[in-house]
């Protein structure tokens, strides 16, 4: 099956008088990992609730492709998983129950179940301790236990707000090689909100966000290279320092 792709025209919303997306347009390929790049405000869950059709945008467009074709939103909606900041699994339920429960959420059949659930499991390294209660797991691997949930319904689209925030750095490592095996082996695109400037690098295209709006998408060191930048710490605080002289 071929991949998805996503474009998005003009996207505006305005919460409580504020706008909190101005005008966004961007391309997001099919099988890459797209990383949405912005301080803490600059509209990043408020634009990954629009793509997943939980907020409605005051003007602009929303469009998915397969192999360049548009589709409708309900035709591709069961292919599209997310992984809100803030998870919403159950402290007195194990890794395996948390699967189990997700199983039948998704409806999957047995022997379907049976195979996404250990591959998962292998990939997030996490087959050896399935007993263990989610209130008795790590920060990284409590990010992890809620990825393979989202993940177990084989997703085309996989939406990820702000996954590596609160954990250690050697968790956030561990879930980043995660998420590059899973783009190896599997046609998924990938969206990932991070306010951690270096994650931008990890990624394969990046999109810069400030105060809702767009700034600036593409590779992250051709970004660099033209911004004359050494980090996108760099790049933003360049722009806040050229609105503040304006």
């Known amino acids: 099956m071929t991949g998805l792709s996503l474009q998005i025209k003009n996207l505006t919303k305005k ?10 347009s961007m391309n997001f390929q099919a099988r890459q990992i797209h990383g949405i790049i912005g301080p803490e405000g600059a509209g990043k869950t408020t634009f990954l609730r629009h793509i997943m059709g939980l907020l409605k945008s005051d003007e602009g467009e929303i469009i998915f492709f397969r192999d360049r074709v548009p589709v409708a939103f309900s035709e591709i909606r069961d292919g599209v998983a997310y992984m809100p900041q803030t998870q919403s699994l159950y402290p007195e339920l194990s890794i395996h129950e948390h699967l189990e429960f997700f199983r039948t959420l998704y409806q999957l059949p047995a022997a379907e179940y049976q195979v996404r659930r250990q591959k998962l499991l292998q990939m997030a390294r996490l087959e050896d ?5 989610a209130a008795q797991l790590s920060g990284g691997m409590y ?13 085309q689209v996989l939406l990820l707000d702000e996954p590596t925030n609160g954990v250690d750095p050697l968790s956030r490592r561990d879930f980043w090689e ?8 599997e046609e998924i695109l990938i969206l990932i909100t991070t306010s951690y400037m270096d994650e931008a690098l990890k990624c394969e295209q990046v999109h810069l966000l400030f105060d809702g709006k767009a700034l600036m998408e593409g590779p992250p060191r051709a970004i660099l290279q033209q911004q004359n930048c050494k980090s996108f710490d760099d790049v933003f605080l360049q722009y806040d320092s050229a609105l503040a002289s304006l």
């Open 15 to 24: 919460m409580k008088k504020n706008a909190a997306l101005q005008g966004l």
């Open 178 to 185: 995660l998420l590059y095996e899973l783009k190896q082996q």
């Open 143 to 155: 990010k992890k236990l809620g990825l393979i949930c989202a993940l177990l319904s084989s997703p």
């Open 129 to 133: 301790v399935t007993d263990r209660l």
